[in-house]
């Protein structure tokens, strides 16, 4: 089990994901950081990847952990890549700060540069994210 971080906030969704409070579709963890699946995707594939410790706004993180964020997206987004294929050959990043006061980053498959709109999303089914959870993780496994 992963150490909890003592900068948790208890009225926090993604601080109750870290803790196992709620469910989610969990694709890469380690002490530091997590990546899991979104409920409201905007394309299949759609993934969160966040700090364990609770910082707002994603540019009050630390340089240090601002820049952690992204070296570990890289190889999951070369999974999601793997996974599904996009047209554009291309992970769309988003960083919108408004849904969760916690800080995070998108990574979402995109076939074109327009696909990067929250008026997009809809939901997706529990067998759904659970199917595209083992292949993201398949694919993050083979390297």
Known sequence: MFQIHRYIM?????????KGELPSYKIW????????LSNMPINPGHTL????SHTDYFFDLDNKTLGEVLVVSKPISEALKKTFNPKSDRIGVMIAGMGVPHAHLHL??????????FARQKSASNKELEKNTEKIKTNLRAG
Request: with cysteine; glycine share 4%.
């Open 10 to 18: 208890k009225d926090c969704i993604f601080c109750k994901i870290i």
């Open 29 to 36: 963890e380690d002490e530091n950081y997590l990546a899991f």
């Open 49 to 52: 990847v966040i700090p364990k």
């Open 108 to 117: 979402i498959p995109i076939d074109k540069e327009g696909d990067l709109t």
